[in-house]
């Protein structure tokens, strides 16, 4: 039946069973009369309808448009090609899923987490000074006793102040209204002018973490790890900032300090305080393999050189140029709109366009330049297989002593390895090596080969 049938015929039932009404009759026709009986629009209890299935859509629970944390998106969202947000499914196309952009602002980290569930702060760990400490009890034990509130002083630690992983604690009795002054229980670094003067401790960590392969962000790990509520990371990164640049300086002042200590020894050994010396020096990489796998170029962002001096047998750094690529500073700018060049803009950190290949002569330049400059004069390079470091070297050399004569040697390692190679390689005749089979003269090849790496 219709949709129009079926209103039709239940209009006319409904029409009828209103007329029986007035008439005071419906409870009698409804027992008596078949043709009521026969109408299928008349309600019957229970009863699933005629049109109902067919008709209306099955009831599906809405889904609710949502706004996700940032690290819960990263799983769930993807980003089209033209800037929409979707979730896709296993065929990649859009699921019924509706996403808003994610909330920002700073994820809750491990510390913070540690933080949020630790039920009592009376079970957590401190890092305090003993004197300090033994200070702040026995001073509040006097004045408690001079001010003589109550006899049977029972002291807890009424406020805390956190500074970095330091702190701030005064005491209160239990007993009585006494309560103590805000104790410092940390060491200051003095210094002068105005501003608070910084907790030697936090610097001390910042001073670890320099000579440390670890970041702020695992530094904060271990320390929650312990039970100890850990510093704020950016209160820790601005401290990190200030000692990189001390570090920066320290560094330099002790590399300048190595350099006179040469001079001072070839006037010890009876030579001219700029006569000429010989260092080694290498440039390492932040990538394990110099060539990618899956795009152009080179597979680093970063190269260290490192020169060493060989005059004496304490093989002391005495030149230093790191070549890098990444600013964190232009990327933010970049990434937010502003059009910005790295290297060039203010607090760039990168020193080479991201085009321009990372290379070991222009940090040989550098570091050349830089010996030049206080009065040292090199004569042999002592280099890996790549010599483009000893030509950066002999460049900046040639510049301040255009007479000089800067030479590269091989050092032994690399070159006993290439010999070892060149040995394999080499195809030798067959009356050379008297082993019954080609798998038995190529073992011997092979021992060759390794003798001539260890002479
Ligand atoms: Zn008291
Ligand atoms: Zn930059």
Redesign the pocket.
């Given at each position: 039946m219709s949709i129009i049938g079926w209103l039709h015929e239940n209009q006319t039932t409904m029409a009828r069973t209103k007329k029986a009404k007035n008439k005071g009759e419906f409870s009698k026709n409804c027992h008596k009369s078949k043709k009521i009986h026969k109408n299928k629009g008349q309600f019957k209890s229970g009863h699933e309808g005629y049109v109902r299935s067919s008709v209306l859509e099955e009831w599906k629970e809405p889904i609710p448009v949502q706004r996700l944390t940032s690290n819960i998106f990263k799983r769930v969202a993807k980003v089209s090609p033209s800037g929409l947000l979707y979730a896709p499914d296993a065929d990649g196309q859009p699921g019924p899923a509706k996403l808003l952009r994610p909330i920002t602002g700073v994820e809750t980290e491990t510390s913070t987490r540690y933080l949020e569930e630790t039920d009592s702060i009376d079970n957590e760990m401190r890092l305090i000074n003993n004197r300090k400490n033994a200070e702040m009890w026995n001073n509040s034990l006097r004045e408690h006793t001079e001010r003589a509130q109550c006899d049977q002083p029972h002291f807890i630690i009424d406020r805390e102040i956190k500074k970095g992983l330091c702190w701030k604690q005064s005491l209160k009795c239990t007993n009585c209204l006494y309560s103590s002054q805000l104790y410092k229980l940390y060491t200051e670094i003095m210094r002068d002018g105005p501003g608070a003067k910084a907790a030697a401790c936090n610097v001390g960590l910042q001073v670890g973490l320099q000579d440390s392969p670890i970041s702020n962000t695992k530094a904060r790990m271990l320390i929650a790890s312990t039970n100890t509520p850990p510093p704020a990371l950016s209160a820790m990164q601005r401290l990190s900032n200030a000692v990189g640049t001390a570090t920066n300086i320290l560094n330099t002042d002790d590399m300048l300090t190595r350099k006179r200590e040469i001079c001072e020894t070839n006037k010890l050994r009876g030579l001219s305080a700029d006569a000429a010396i010989n260092i080694s020096m290498d440039v390492r990489y932040n990538s394990t393999t110099i060539a990618s796998s899956s795009k152009m170029g080179q597979n680093a962002s970063q190269a260290i050189g490192v020169a060493i001096e060989n005059q004496t047998d304490l093989k002391q750094i005495i030149g230093f140029h790191m070549e890098n690529k990444l600013?964190w500073?232009?990327s933010w700018f970049r990434n937010n709109g502003f059009e910005?060049q790295?290297?060039g803009?203010p607090e760039?950190?990168?020193n080479v366009n991201d085009e321009e290949p990372l290379s070991e002569k222009r940090i040989g330049e550098s570091i050349g330049e830089d010996l030049a400059h206080d009065g040292l004069l090199i004569q042999f390079v002592t280099t890996d297989g790549d010599a483009r470091g000893a030509d950066g070297i002999r460049t900046a050399m040639k510049r301040k002593f255009p007479d000089c004569t800067v030479e590269r040697q091989a050092d032994t390692t690399h070159l006993g390895q290439s010999q070892f190679r060149q040995t394999i390689r080499a195809n030798f005749d067959a009356t050379m090596f008297p082993g019954q089979s080609a798998e038995r003269r190529k073992e011997q090849q092979k021992i060759l080969g390794s003798t001539y790496s260890l002479i």
């Open positions: 600013c500073v232009g910005v790295c290297p803009h760039c950190t990168a």
